[in-house]
């Protein structure tokens, strides 16, 4: 009997399949939801990169501004030749 249900359900299938125009494609649900996850992965990138854009500075501190520029030799852990470097700090 399983295979006269099969052959039923294409005889009622096939009329419908010459119904679809071939030359219309549509992407269908499966393109929306594929579309509707990648704009919220942007819209989550987005976000993210605005709260790690928000915490920089792109100002150098007053003090480093005008050592630089008197020229002024700076004192200080790893500034002169054969001390140690101090890690970066971040």
Known sequence: ???MSASLALT???PLAKEVDENKVT???L?????????????GLMKSMNRHMG???FEQDPEDRTAASDGAD???PGSGSGGKAAPAKG
């Open 1 to 3: 009997m399983p295979d």
């Open 12 to 14: 009622h299938l096939v």
């Open 27 to 29: 992407p269908g649900v």
């Open 31 to 43: 393109g929306f939801i594929v579309f509707a996850v990648m704009a919220l992965a942007v819209w």
């Open 55 to 57: 915490k920089v500075t």
């Open 74 to 76: 700076r004192t200080g």
